[in-house]
């Protein structure tokens, strides 16, 4: 993990006092799948809003297990066809990583408290296939925000089993990023992110010459589930506290529901 | 009056090479050959979720069948991606009728053809 001040923090440190006060945590998880064909490949769009009663900067979060649907094919889709390692990752940023090992990619909206003033930037987020860990899929996370607080984080996701009706949970512990001396730490607001085969091109090694693809996604399965794909989230706080978030993505029109 | 026949009971190392036949989701069906202690054409129906699980049925090239399941977890990612647990024999029919037994399963799996090879070995009595 890597931060550096940048010369806006520190102005904005030094016309400010710090606030450190943290509201209720209320989330809204919002899950999307592009194109939404059964039997198909697709990309997952989630993201998520956290926000407070009093309107003020949420608790850094520092965890966040999403619960997907059973029978979503991600080990079969085709993607993280190779993986990158932290060290990689930390060293050469995506570029290093082979871009067979590209999972999605994304943006979060922090909230970086300076006094009495609550500041927005706004993070690009990548994902990426890395090495199993422990018997279980492992994923790397690259966020780089510009201004205010400028930071390179590089943070470890693990697919772990989950009960039904779900068939895994991607969970990712989330480093704490400092604002300035005395402040709070920077807290995420907002996340939009995909895994997925959406806007990736990956490369096939044919006679020598590097063939560009595009992946096929995740596989939905043939069926669907009677009510629709279920989602949720759990959501841990620096302050302690957890908030929990579910929504359900419906069935295509027309087409068979499991009984 | 039924006439009594000793259990047979085989140390077994198989190994398959299958093809994809279907998927869905996380579901693939594939078949092969298997070749080892037992030869014989194998079905396999893999679920490669957060856990690997699989339903078997080999059918020997002299006859019957012999059924089990699988799970394990991933060794490995990428494009092959290695697995290894345990596996079951649960049922069988024809010569294999009361086969059962237990023993370890291994495999890699090219997830970009879903060609697979799996490696079983273990003991089964029938």
């Keep these: 993990m890597r931060h550096a001040w940048s010369l806006t923090a520190v102005l904005a440190l030094l016309a400010c006092t710090p606030a450190n006060a943290h509201a209720a945590q209320r989330v809204k998880l919002e899950v999307s799948l592009t194109p939404k064909h059964l039997g198909a490949g697709t990309t997952i769009i989630f993201g998520f809003t956290i926000a407070t009663t009093a309107g003020l900067a949420p608790s850094p979060l520092t965890e966040i297990n999403l619960l997907y649907p059973a029978n979503l094919g991600i080990t079969t889709s085709g993607l993280g066809l190779a993986t990158c390692s932290a060290p990689v990752l930390e060293a050469l940023g995506p570029e290093g990583c082979p871009a067979d090992s590209r999972m999605g990619y994304g943006s979060a909206l922090v909230e970086v408290p ?3 003033e609550i500041i927005e930037e706004t993070a690009h987020s990548e994902t990426f296939m890395a090495p199993v860990q422990n018997g279980n899929l492992g994923l790397l996370f690259y966020a780089e925000g510009p201004a205010p607080i400028l930071a390179q984080l590089v943070f ?32 995420i607001v907002r996340l939009r992110s995909t895994i997925g085969s959406l806007h990736l091109t990956y490369y096939r090694h044919i006679r020598g010459v590097n063939v560009p693809y595009h992946p096929t996604g995740i596989i939905l399965p043939s069926t669907c589930p009677r009510h629709g794909f279920p989602f949720a989230a759990h959501f841990r706080f620096q302050n302690g506290e957890h908030a929990n978030a579910h929504t359900t993505v419906p069935c295509p029109e027309h087409t068979k529901r499991n009984p | 009056m039924p006439a009594a026949r000793a259990a047979h009971t085989l140390k077994v190392t198989d190994t398959g090479h299958l093809h994809y036949l279907h998927s869905s989701g996380s579901l693939l069906l594939e078949e092969g050959s298997a070749t080892g202690t037992v030869p014989g054409n194998l079905k396999v129906r893999f679920n490669v979720g957060a856990t690997v699980t699989a339903k078997f049925t080999l059918y020997p090239r002299n006859g019957g069948s012999i059924s089990g399941h699988a799970e394990g977890k991933l060794h490995s990612s990428g494009r092959y991606a290695s697995f290894g647990g345990t596996m079951s024999v649960k049922a069988g029919s024809g010569r294999y009728s009361h086969a059962h037994g237990h023993g370890g399963f291994y495999g890699v799996i090219d997830r970009e053809t879903y060609a697979l090879t799996v490696q079983t070995t273990g003991t089964f009595s029938y």
Excluded: H, I, K
């Design chain 1, 114 to 116: 300076f006094g009495p």
């Design chain 1, 156 to 187: 470890p996701g693990t697919v772990q089993p989950a009960p039904a009706p779900y068939g895994g949970q991607l969970d990712t512990s989330l480093p704490l990023v400092p604002s300035v001396p005395g402040a709070p730490d920077v807290a």
